[in-house]
C-alpha cells in the first residue's frame, strides 16, 4: 500500500494506491475526515452505498474490499478492527448516504460527484468523454430542476415570474453574486439561450449540487414563503462555492464555456457511436 499526499484537498490527502495500483481509501480514514465519531453510525452509510451499488450492477466486492486496521486506544493499546479499502465510486456512493449535517460532506459530495465521473466515463477520444459526460449532468439537471420547481411552487413560488426571481438567487450565491443575465452575458449567449446548455461537466456538476442540495433544505427545514426560499436558495449556492474552494476548484465563473451546446454534443456523439 502506498500513501499518497496531496496539498489541494483533505479527500486526496487521505487516499492510497493498493497492490493492484488502483486508488483506494480507507473507511476509517474517512469517517473521520467527514466528523463521524461513532463507527457505528458511519457503517449505516456503508450499507446503503452497498445497496446502491448492488442496485447499479457494480461489482460490490471490487468497490467495497473489506480489510482491518489497527487503531491505537487509550493508554497505547492497539485494537485490530474492521475496515473497507474503498474505491473512488464506493466513496462517491457512502457520502451520497452521508449526514448532510456534517461541514465535510458538503465537500467531499462535490469532489467525489465530479472525480468519480471523470473516473467512470473513459473513452479513446479525449473530448468524447467530456462530452458524454456534459451530456448524462444535463439531463439529471433537467430532472432535479424540476423537483426543485415542484417543491418551490408548494411553499409559495408559484408565477413564472417568481421562479425566475428564486432561480436567479440561486445563481447569485454559486456565482459570486452573479445572476443568469450576468452568466449569460460573461458566456456571450443570447437571451433565448439556456446557460446549462452551455456548461462544461464540472460547472454542471456543481450547479446540480445546488439544486438537489436546495430542494432537500426547504423540504427538510419546512420552509415557506417566497423570501425564504429564495433566502435557502442563496444560502445554498454559497455554500457549495465555498466547497468549491475548499478543495481547490476553480470557481464556476471562471470555468470555460464549450464551443457546442448540449444538443450539438448530443448529435455529434450519436454519429460517432454509430461510426464506431
Same mark, same amino acid.
Given at each position: #500500500?502506498?500513501?499518497?499526499?496531496?496539498?489541494?484537498?483533505?479527500?486526496?490527502?487521505?487516499?492510497?494506491?493498493?497492490?493492484?495500483?488502483?486508488?483506494?481509501?480507507?473507511?476509517?480514514?474517512?469517517?473521520?475526515?467527514?466528523?463521524?465519531?461513532?463507527?457505528?453510525?458511519?457503517? *449505516?452509510?456503508?450499507?446503503?452505498? /452497498?445497496?446502491? %451499488?448492488?442496485?447499479?450492477? +457494480?461489482?460490490?466486492?471490487? !468497490?467495497?474490499?473489506?480489510?482491518?486496521? #489497527?487503531?491505537?486506544?487509550?493508554?497505547? +493499546?492497539?485494537?485490530?478492527?474492521?475496515?473497507?479499502?474503498?474505491?473512488?465510486?464506493? %466513496?462517491?456512493?457512502?457520502?451520497?448516504?452521508?449526514?448532510?449535517?456534517?461541514? #465535510? =460532506?458538503?465537500?467531499?459530495?462535490?469532489?467525489?460527484?465530479?472525480?468519480?465521473?471523470? &473516473?467512470?466515463?473513459?473513452?479513446? !477520444?479525449?473530448?468524447?468523454?467530456?462530452? /458524454?459526460?456534459?451530456?448524462?449532468?444535463?439531463?439529471?439537471?433537467?430532472? !432535479?430542476?424540476?423537483?426543485?420547481?415542484?417543491? +418551490?411552487?408548494? =411553499?409559495?413560488?408559484?408565477?413564472?415570474?417568481?421562479?425566475?426571481?428564486?432561480?436567479?438567487?440561486?445563481?447569485?450565491?454559486?456565482?459570486?453574486?452573479?445572476?443568469?443575465?450576468?452568466?449569460?452575458?460573461?458566456?456571450?449567449?443570447?437571451?433565448? &439561450?439556456?446557460?446549462?446548455?452551455? #456548461?462544461?461537466?464540472?460547472?454542471l456538476a456543481a450547479n446540480l449540487f445546488r439544486a438537489t442540495q436546495t430542494e432537500e433544505k426547504i423540504r427538510r427545514e419546512n420552509i415557506q414563503g417566497k423570501t425564504q426560499a429564495? &433566502? +435557502? !436558495?442563496?444560502?445554498?449556492?454559497?455554500?457549495?462555492?465555498?466547497?468549491?474552494?475548499?478543495?481547490?476548484?476553480?470557481?464556476?465563473? *471562471?470555468?470555460?464555456?464549450?464551443?457546442?451546446?448540449?444538443?450539438?454534443?448530443?448529435? /455529434?456523439?450519436?454519429?460517432?457511436?454509430?461510426?464506431?
Open positions: #500500500m502506498t500513501k499518497l499526499t496531496s496539498n489541494t484537498n483533505p479527500f486526496e490527502g487521505i487516499k492510497f494506491v493498493d497492490e493492484h495500483n488502483a486508488e483506494r481509501w480507507s473507511a476509517r480514514d474517512l469517517a473521520v475526515l467527514l466528523g463521524y465519531e461513532e463507527w457505528r453510525n458511519f457503517e *449505516n452509510a456503508i450499507k446503503k452505498a /452497498k445497496l446502491a %451499488c448492488y442496485a447499479s450492477n +457494480a461489482d460490490e466486492n471490487y !468497490h467495497f474490499v473489506e480489510t482491518n486496521k #489497527m487503531i491505537r486506544l487509550p493508554k497505547n +493499546a492497539i485494537r485490530e478492527v474492521r475496515d473497507y479499502a474503498l474505491s473512488r465510486y464506493a %466513496c462517491y456512493l457512502i457520502i451520497q448516504n452521508a449526514d448532510p449535517a456534517k461541514p #465535510m =460532506v458538503a465537500a467531499g459530495q462535490t469532489y467525489f460527484a465530479i472525480q468519480t465521473r471523470r &473516473q467512470e466515463l473513459t473513452d479513446q !477520444h479525449p473530448q468524447l468523454k467530456e462530452d /458524454k459526460k456534459r451530456v448524462l449532468l444535463r439531463n439529471e439537471m433537467k430532472i !432535479h430542476n424540476k423537483q426543485l420547481a415542484a417543491t +418551490a411552487r408548494r =411553499v409559495g413560488v408559484e408565477s413564472t415570474l417568481d421562479y425566475a426571481i428564486f432561480q436567479d438567487y440561486g445563481y447569485k450565491g454559486l456565482y459570486g453574486g452573479l445572476g443568469m443575465k450576468d452568466i449569460k452575458a460573461r458566456k456571450g449567449l443570447k437571451k433565448s &439561450q439556456n446557460i446549462l446548455d452551455h #456548461m462544461g461537466s464540472t460547472e429564495n &433566502q +435557502a !436558495h442563496q444560502e445554498v449556492g454559497r455554500k457549495v462555492r465555498q466547497a468549491i474552494k475548499d478543495i481547490g476548484g476553480t470557481m464556476p465563473e *471562471n470555468l470555460p464555456t464549450p464551443k457546442d451546446s448540449v444538443k450539438k454534443v448530443v448529435r /455529434k456523439i450519436k454519429k460517432i457511436e454509430r461510426k464506431n
